[in-house]
C-alpha cells in the first residue's frame, strides 16, 4: 500500500488512493493506520476515489475510525495531492465528500482557496437550537454560551474574554463534554476564539473524533462566522491564528465561505507486508 503523508498548519494526514488499498477501511484498521506508536501516526486518513463528473471522490476519517464530513486542512491537502499527482492540470476542478461538492481555486505551489458552500445556522446536528443558533451549555461549574454553525460538518464555537483566559483553557477536559453534549445528537467540533485585532482572531479547536489539534479549517471557519455574528454582521474577510498557524476565512452575506490556506507533502512510503499483515487482521 502506497501512502503519502501530508500536513496543513501542523494538522497531518495519510492520503491514499483508493486502488492501493487492499482492504476495506474499517474503523480498527483506520485507527492503527493512524496511530502514532503502532502505525503511521496522522490525524486521520484522505481516501481518494475515481468520481463520474468530478477529479475525485473524497472519504475523510478520523483517528478513532469515524468518518468526518469534511475537513478543510484536510481538504485542502486531497487537493493540491491531486494536482501534484496528476489527477488534474486545472486549477479550478471539484471533487465530492460526504458534505457535498467542494469547488477549489489552486493559486501557488502549495496554496488554493476552497469554496465550502454556504454555512447555515440550523442543523439536524443541532436539532433543538433556535433559529439563530445560538444556545448554552454546562461543563462542570461552568456555563458556555455558544453559536452553532454547520459548514458541512457540525461546529459549536465559544467567544472568551481575554487572550489569557484563552491560553488557560483546558481543552482535553472541557472538549469531550462538549462534543458529546445530548444537544448535539452527532457530536460536535468545537472552538474557542478572542478578537485580538479588528477582523483577526486568535483560535483554538477541538475536533470531533479527534481531540485538540493545532489547526483546523472548518473550526476556523466556524470560529470567524462566530465572530461575525457577535459583531453584528455577517459578510466580512476575518484572519483566524490558530496554534499551527493562520486561514484565511472570505464570508459573504448569504454565508457563503471561502477558506484560504496552504498543504504541503511531509513523505511518502510503502507499508511492510507484516504491517499489511496486523492491518488485514484488524477489524
Given at each position: 500500500?502506497?501512502?503519502?503523508?501530508?500536513?496543513a498548519?501542523g494538522?497531518d494526514?495519510l492520503?491514499?488512493?483508493?486502488?492501493?488499498?487492499?482492504?476495506?477501511?474499517?474503523?480498527?484498521?483506520?485507527?492503527l493506520?493512524?496511530s502514532?506508536h503502532?502505525g503511521?501516526?496522522?490525524?486521520?486518513?484522505?481516501?481518494?476515489s475515481?468520481c463520474e463528473?468530478h477529479?475525485?471522490?473524497?472519504?475523510?476519517?478520523?483517528?478513532?475510525?469515524s468518518?468526518?464530513?469534511?475537513?478543510?486542512?484536510?481538504?485542502?491537502?486531497?487537493?493540491?495531492?491531486?494536482?501534484?499527482?496528476g489527477?488534474t492540470?486545472?486549477?479550478?476542478?471539484?471533487?465530492?465528500?460526504?458534505?457535498?461538492v467542494?469547488?477549489?481555486?489552486?493559486?501557488?505551489?502549495?496554496?488554493?482557496?476552497i469554496?465550502?458552500?454556504?454555512?447555515?445556522?440550523?442543523?439536524?446536528?443541532?436539532?433543538?437550537g433556535?433559529?439563530d443558533?445560538?444556545?448554552?451549555?454546562?461543563?462542570?461549574?461552568?456555563t458556555w454560551?455558544?453559536?452553532?454553525?454547520?459548514?458541512?460538518?457540525?461546529?459549536c464555537?465559544?467567544?472568551?474574554?481575554?487572550?489569557?483566559e484563552?491560553?488557560?483553557?483546558?481543552?482535553?477536559?472541557?472538549?469531550?463534554?462538549?462534543?458529546a453534549s445530548?444537544?448535539?445528537?452527532?457530536r460536535t467540533?468545537?472552538?474557542?476564539?478572542?478578537?485580538?485585532?479588528?477582523?483577526?482572531?486568535?483560535a483554538?479547536?477541538f475536533?470531533?473524533?479527534?481531540?485538540?489539534?493545532?489547526?483546523s479549517?472548518?473550526?476556523?471557519?466556524?470560529?470567524?462566522?462566530?465572530?461575525?455574528l457577535?459583531?453584528?454582521?455577517?459578510?466580512?474577510?476575518?484572519?483566524?491564528?490558530?496554534?499551527?498557524?493562520?486561514l484565511?476565512?472570505?464570508?459573504?452575506?448569504?454565508?457563503?465561505?471561502e477558506?484560504?490556506?496552504?498543504?504541503?507533502?511531509?513523505?511518502?512510503?510503502?507499508?511492510?507486508?507484516?504491517?499489511e499483515?496486523d492491518?488485514?487482521?484488524?477489524?
Amino acid at each position: 500500500m502506497r501512502f503519502e503523508k501530508w500536513q496543513a498548519l501542523g494538522n497531518d494526514y495519510l492520503i491514499v488512493e483508493r486502488a492501493e488499498l487492499p482492504f476495506e477501511p474499517t474503523a480498527g484498521r483506520i485507527q492503527l493506520l493512524c496511530s502514532s506508536h503502532y502505525g503511521i501516526g496522522s490525524d486521520g486518513l484522505l481516501l481518494l476515489s475515481p468520481c463520474e463528473g468530478h477529479v475525485a471522490r473524497l472519504t475523510i476519517f478520523n483517528p478513532d475510525g469515524s468518518r468526518a464530513e469534511l475537513s478543510g486542512n484536510g481538504g485542502r491537502q486531497a487537493i493540491m495531492y491531486l494536482r501534484r499527482r496528476g489527477w488534474t492540470d486545472r486549477d479550478e476542478f471539484t471533487i465530492l465528500t460526504d458534505a457535498g461538492v467542494l469547488r477549489p481555486t489552486i493559486t501557488g505551489a502549495d496554496t488554493c482557496t476552497i469554496d465550502l458552500g454556504h454555512a447555515s445556522l440550523t442543523s439536524a446536528d443541532y436539532p433543538g437550537g433556535a433559529q439563530d443558533g445560538r444556545g448554552e451549555l454546562q461543563v462542570g461549574e461552568s456555563t458556555w454560551a455558544f453559536q452553532h454553525i454547520s459548514i458541512g460538518n457540525p461546529q459549536c464555537t465559544i467567544a472568551v474574554g481575554d487572550l489569557d483566559e484563552l491560553a488557560a483553557l483546558d481543552l482535553p477536559a472541557i472538549g469531550p463534554p462538549i462534543e458529546a453534549s445530548s444537544l448535539f445528537p452527532h457530536r460536535t467540533n468545537v472552538s474557542w476564539y478572542y478578537p485580538y485585532a479588528t477582523d483577526r482572531i486568535r483560535a483554538r479547536i477541538f475536533e470531533r473524533g479527534v481531540g485538540e489539534t493545532l489547526s483546523s479549517g472548518t473550526g476556523a471557519t466556524g470560529a470567524a462566522i462566530g465572530y461575525l455574528l457577535g459583531s453584528g454582521r455577517r459578510a466580512g474577510t476575518v484572519m483566524v491564528l490558530l496554534d499551527g498557524g493562520e486561514l484565511k476565512v472570505a464570508v459573504d452575506e448569504d454565508l457563503r465561505v471561502e477558506l484560504t490556506g496552504w498543504a504541503r507533502p511531509v513523505f511518502a512510503g510503502s507499508i511492510t507486508k507484516e504491517f499489511e499483515r496486523d492491518l488485514d487482521e484488524a477489524e
